[in-house]
T-cell receptor, first 113, second 113 residues
Framework: QQPVQSPQAVILREGEDAVINCSSS?????VHWYRQKHGEAPVFLMI?????EQKGHEKISASFNEKKQQSSLYLTASQLSYSGTYFC??????????????FGKGTHLIIQP | EAGVAQSPRYKIIEKRQSVAFWCNPI?????LYWYQQILGQGPKLLIQ????????DSQLPKDRFSAERLKGVDSTLKIQPAKLEDSAVYLC???????????FGEGSRLTVL
């Protein structure tokens, strides 16, 4: 079951904040976040495991609400380099990697100077 | 550390022809994935290997797609015969464990005419 991402696209000014959401209709074991720039491979941002952990790296953080089967990615004080398409990838059920990741359709983020 | 290597980067073929893509994962990564990414969409898992065994190939169109991973290292994805809807970027990814960060290659862009 493909996770649903929202919004589909966001246009921001440099320095503004953004939130990207990812929701699933199935119980989630983990959520992965990746960023892909045009013509390049997706690059890993972070993994969140069930338990409501919030992880972060510099100005990018994320949360995982197991009960709501949702994850949100927070980009604070966005930089031009944050532009790209953000994908969440979900792992359902008991986890363990048996099912691989199912990716959403992506959220296009454009940062303007 | 060398990344995931893929070849060819680009391939243009006529429908009903065959094509093969090659992937060399990061050394020591036991898990290898092939994803199909159609323009404007998220990556879709085709097949997942753990060493040289198949973990998940439920979304692989087995009437035309085949994949193998020889000796648990390199992998080849073949399409025969190709259809117009197979036009996409084929991404290979590897991970140290089957629940960890995915490292993607730059992809092989296929155009079927």
């Amino acid at each position: 079951q493909q996770p649903v991402q929202s919004p589909q696209a966001v246009i921001l000014r440099e320095g503004e904040d953004a939130v990207i959401n990812c929701s699933s209709s199935k119980a989630l074991y983990s959520v992965h976040w990746y960023r892909q720039k045009h013509g390049e491979a997706p690059v890993f941002l972070m993994i969140l495991l069930k338990g409501g952990e919030q992880k972060g790296h510099e100005k990018i953080s994320a949360s995982f609400n197991e009960k709501k089967q949702q994850s949100s990615l927070y980009l604070t004080a966005s930089q031009l380099s944050y532009s790209g398409t953000y994908f969440c990838g979900t792992e359902n059920g008991a986890g363990g990697g048996a099912d691989g990741l199912t990716f959403g359709k992506g959220t296009h983020l454009i940062i303007q100077p | 550390e060398a990344g995931v290597a893929q070849s060819p980067r680009y391939k243009i073929i006529e429908k009903r022809q065959s094509v093969a893509f090659w992937c060399n994962p990061i050394s020591g990564h036991a898990t290898l994935y092939w994803y199909q990414q159609i323009l404007g969409q998220g990556p879709k898992l085709l097949i997942q290997f753990q060493n040289n065994g198949v973990v998940d190939d439920s979304q692989l169109p087995k009437d035309r797609f085949s994949a193998e991973r020889l000796k648990g290292v390199d992998s080849t994805l073949k399409i025969q015969p190709a259809k117009l809807e197979d036009s996409a970027v084929y991404l290979c990814a590897s991970s140290f464990t089957n629940t960890g960060e995915l490292f993607f290659g730059e992809g092989s862009r296929l155009t079927v005419l």
